[in-house]
């Protein structure tokens, strides 16, 4: 798992896991994980199953097989604000 410390752009992610402090996203290649505060700025644009994965977290996957690309504004290794935008490719 890759932790995401500076600015980055992901390409086909195939889902985005939500938790208390932390989003993960997938690709076919690689985990990636995004460490911010609770207030942090995100959201995902087209995102259509929503999937209950244990008490304190969700999976948004894009419709269809498509995959989503993520813009990623990172600056340390936790307590990031964001913003993060995921939207369809």
């Given at each position: 798992?890759?932790?995401?410390?500076?600015?980055?752009?992901?390409?086909?992610?195939?889902?985005?896991?939500i938790g208390h402090g932390v989003l993960d996203f997938g690709t076919d290649d690689?985990?990636?994980?995004?460490?911010?505060?609770?207030?942090?700025?995100?959201?995902?644009e087209g995102g259509e199953t929503v999937v209950n994965d244990g008490e304190d977290?969700?999976?948004?996957?894009?419709?269809?097989?498509?995959?989503?690309?993520?813009?990623?504004?990172?600056?340390?290794?936790?307590?990031?604000?964001?913003?993060?935008?995921?939207?369809?490719?």
């Amino acid at each position: 798992m890759t932790e995401i410390t500076s600015p980055t752009t992901l390409t086909g992610v195939k889902y985005v896991r939500i938790g208390h402090g932390v989003l993960d996203f997938g690709t076919d290649d690689e985990e990636y994980t995004w460490w911010c505060r609770e207030d942090a700025d995100w959201r995902i644009e087209g995102g259509e199953t929503v999937v209950n994965d244990g008490e304190d977290r969700a999976i948004v996957e894009p419709p269809n097989g498509q995959t989503f690309i993520c813009e990623i504004t990172a600056s340390s290794r936790e307590n990031d604000t964001g913003p993060v935008v995921c939207r369809l490719e």
